[in-house]
């Protein structure tokens, strides 16, 4: 593994850009980018590997640590690479060239950099070479990348300074022990992750190995790291383990099972559809419990640029859920890796445009971002639909397909009005463009087609009631936003997606198609007060659907102007 980039540019195929920019992504696709993240990660190896050179440590010099994994890679080209590619490393690497910037903090440098030194043992535990270099130790434990972490029994509480050892798949690692003694132990971490996540051990353990999310390929077995011990697992600065418990992994193990199944459509590799085993690690969030929400519920799922194929996730309580964003996340690692590669967008990171699935306004980027997440993630729909094999089915199905097409169609219209897209931003977003354009034209039942209709422009309404500030005059910037807004929950997006049968609430009405009724208990909520944002925005909406005139639209266009709120 060179730590010099190649001299020669990096291209890609015009047939590759192709189809990522109409959302898609095949394997060819994918090995593509992440060739072009390999390379990346090296130009910011090279990069640290310079300003570490002067900093004092009482480790290893990050020099001696990278010739350790250079020779590992020598012997075991595959693994080590996987390792450089690891979302954990590219956590890492960022992390630490922020702090060396000055933009981030953390616990001493010197012990952030000694990642380095565990990447250089993880890598000579799979290759089998010898190593022999002083690490960090937190708490007596090190954490070995993509392996595990060994822990000393007794060790030094806090931060301290130990020694690592490999030789033979073997590591020995010594350090301090509590009572001012010195500790050692041997263990032989597994080069491969276990196959299935196993109940721990009571009592504290000299080796806690990676857990991992299996499942079935026709090329055999296929591990994917349920990684709750690496330090640089999140989207941001370290964090200490925090190990599942046997129960939360078997469950997280049986929802990743059943969603595999539900991602196993035949047909090509068009948008919403992608190989699970492309996924470099699901973190999960907290603890979810025997109960997580009700579906289609997910309390917190993120991904970084930093980190491509990982996703920090809360586990849903639906295989629906749990696939849905795991191909909205992988979505937004496919378009980081563009960005790293292109200049997509001329952004001046101005938060003032409409976001259909948040509560807050947004910058292009983040606009640019959501168009192909939600690209994916209505392609997943697409599928669902044409798969489903009921009424009720086809009826949910259908109301997402819808929902989603209409949203992201709207943000792809606002980045090629808005002039700031480069030529590859361009083509990309063009490209997105043609595949929504497609599917608009696809048939939706007729009752999720409404409710699709409705839900979108709900959302509209009252994110323009909470977030702009009603002036007569739109400024030529955009519109001017209310210096009192605050986050807002979006009750309707997943509350739409049936149609009530019993309804009882103002909402359910209008989910249900009756809009009299639930114009009615809209204009009986706002007697208390008129501007209430949730009830005046389906006031706003259920007026229009009974009188889609004139006056309506402009009230729909502009629903921050409506005071005092007409009769009912």
Known sequence: MPSEPRPAPFRMPEPIFAELAAGGGSAEAVAFLERAERSRRLLLVRTLLDRLDTLRTPLSPAAEAWGVLKEAAAEAPGPVDRLLLAPATGGWLAHLLRRLHGTASGPPLWAEAGYLCALALAASVRAGTRADLRVPLTDGGLSLPGLGTARLADGEAGLAVGRARTSGGELTLSGAARDGGTVSVTVRPATRPLPAPAADAPGPAAWIPLRTLTHR?????????????????????????????????????????????????????????????????????????????????????????????????????????????????????????????????????????????????????????????????????????????????????????????????????????????????????????????????????????????????????????????????????????????????????????????????????LAAGDAAAALARYAGQLTADHAEPHALAGWIVARAVLDPGRETRRMLARPELLQPLPSG
């Open 217 to 509: 390929t026709p090329a055999g077995p296929l591990a994917i790291p349920l990684e709750d011990l690496d330090p640089y697992r999140d989207l941001d600065g370290p964090l200490p383990p925090a190990r599942l418990d046997a129960d939360e992994a078997e469950a997280w193990q049986r929802l990743f099972e059943e969603t595999v199944a539900l991602l196993a459509v035949p047909g090509g590799d068009g948008p919403g559809r992608f190989d699970p085993g492309a996924i470099r690690a699901v973190v999960p969030w907290g603890r979810t419990g025997t109960l997580p929400p009700a579906p289609p519920t997910v309390l917190v799922s993120a991904s970084s640029g930093d980190s491509f194929g990982a996703m920090v996730i809360a586990r849903p309580s639906s295989a629906v859920a749990l696939a849905e964003t795991l191909v909205h996340e992988f979505q937004h690692s496919k378009l980081a890796a563009l960005l790293h590669l292109f200049p997509l967008l001329d952004d001046d990171r101005e938060e003032r445009y409409y976001a259909p699935w948040r509560p807050d306004p947004r910058h292009l980027t983040g606009l640019l971002h959501g168009a192909y997440a939600f690209t994916g993630v209505t392609g997943f729909w697409r599928d669902r639909l044409a798969g489903a094999r009921d009424d009720r089915a086809a009826d949910t199905a259908g109301y997402h397909f819808a929902l989603r097409r209409l949203q992201s169609r709207l943000v792809v219209r606002t980045l090629l009005a808005e002039g700031r897209l480069t030529p590859q931003g361009h083509a990309l977003v063009s490209g997105l463009a043609g595949t929504l354009d497609d599917w608009l034209r696809e048939p939706v039942p007729p009752a999720a087609l409404t409710r699709a209709r409705t839900a979108a422009a709900l959302h509209r309404t009252e994110w323009r009631l909470r977030n702009v500030d009603p002036v007569g005059e739109i400024p030529s910037g955009g519109p001017r936003f209310r210096p009192d807004r605050t986050s807002w929950p979006d009750v309707r997006t997943h509350a739409f997606a049936d149609r009530p049968a019993a309804p009882r609430t103002a909402d359910e009405y």
